[in-house]
Nanobody
Framework: QVQLVESGGGLVQPEGSLGLSCSALGRGFIINTMGWYRRAPGKQRELVATITTTGKTKYGESVKGRFTISRDGAKNTVYLQMNSLKAEDTAVYYC??????????WGQGTQVTVSS
């Protein structure tokens, strides 16, 4: 069974930058799409960004042009570079992995707080 281990996150000022990473650990799994979702207090979970094994990316409307997702296939690791952060980006960010022939995997979540 795969385990998603997230790192990064924390407190950053508005217009600042922050990076997240997520590594898939374990044995015997094959991962297709990886990505990030987030949930802000009182709101539903929303798409941040996803990336396929071929590098095709998809972004949520609110982060387009500010966030960049990338992936290291050899390391089963996905990265999220967040620039020009806004207060409304404050949320718990969850790593996501679509597994072949298995259920989707989720990370434990990492808090991102944008505040002065």
């Amino acid at each position: 069974q795969v385990q998603l281990v997230e790192s990064g996150g924390g407190l950053v000022q508005p217009e600042g930058s922050l990076g997240l990473s997520c590594s898939a650990l374990g044995r015997g799994f094959i991962i297709n799409t990886m990505g990030w979702y987030r949930r802000a207090p009182g709101k539903q979970r929303e798409l941040v960004a996803t990336i396929t094994t071929t590098g095709k990316t998809k972004y949520g409307e609110s982060v387009k042009g500010r966030f960049t997702i990338s992936r290291d296939g050899a390391k089963n690791t996905v990265y999220l570079q967040m620039n020009s952060l806004k207060a409304e980006d404050t949320a718990v960010y969850y790593c996501y992995a679509e597994q072949m022939l298995r259920s989707d995997a989720w990370g434990q979540g990492t808090q991102v707080t944008v505040s002065s």
